[in-house]
């Protein structure tokens, strides 16, 4: 079983910048990508970017260039860094880690982009 564990959230106000953690512990094999999704009142839950062992990101068109993804292999945490925030990125932010046959998610994050 793997545990994950999200912080970082909150209010920012719209152009400020937010870094949201999440540090995963229990049965972890190497190899594995995470990733963070969000998802706004009435919505579906949407991919923001991923990682993959090896460093590889991928991010959704409506935050590239101003969200950026890292790990830290050795503390099994991943970061989002999002800056230039706008009012269409408040959504609860979700943690993933995927591993062969199985997935594993976080309990969430509140973001609010608000004046």
């Known amino acids: 079983q793997v545990q994950l564990v999200e912080s970082g959230g909150g209010l920012v106000q719209p152009g400020g910048s937010l870094r949201l953690s999440c540090a995963a512990s229990?049965?972890?094999?190497?190899?594995?990508?995470m990733g963070w999704y969000h998802q706004a009142p009435g919505k579906q839950r949407e991919l923001v970017a991923t990682?993959?062992?090896?460093?590889?990101?991928n991010y959704a068109d409506s935050v590239k260039g101003r969200f950026t993804i890292s790990r830290d292999n050795a503390k099994n945490t991943v970061y989002l860094q999002m800056n230039s925030l706008k009012p269409d990125d408040t959504a609860v932010y979700y943690c993933?880690?995927?591993?062969?046959?199985?997935?594993?998610w976080g309990q969430g994050t509140q973001v609010t982009v608000s004046s």
């Open positions: 229990g049965s972890i094999f190497s190899g594995y990508t």
């Open positions: 990682i993959t062992s090896g460093g590889r990101t």
């Open positions: 993933k880690l995927d591993q062969t046959l199985v997935s594993y």
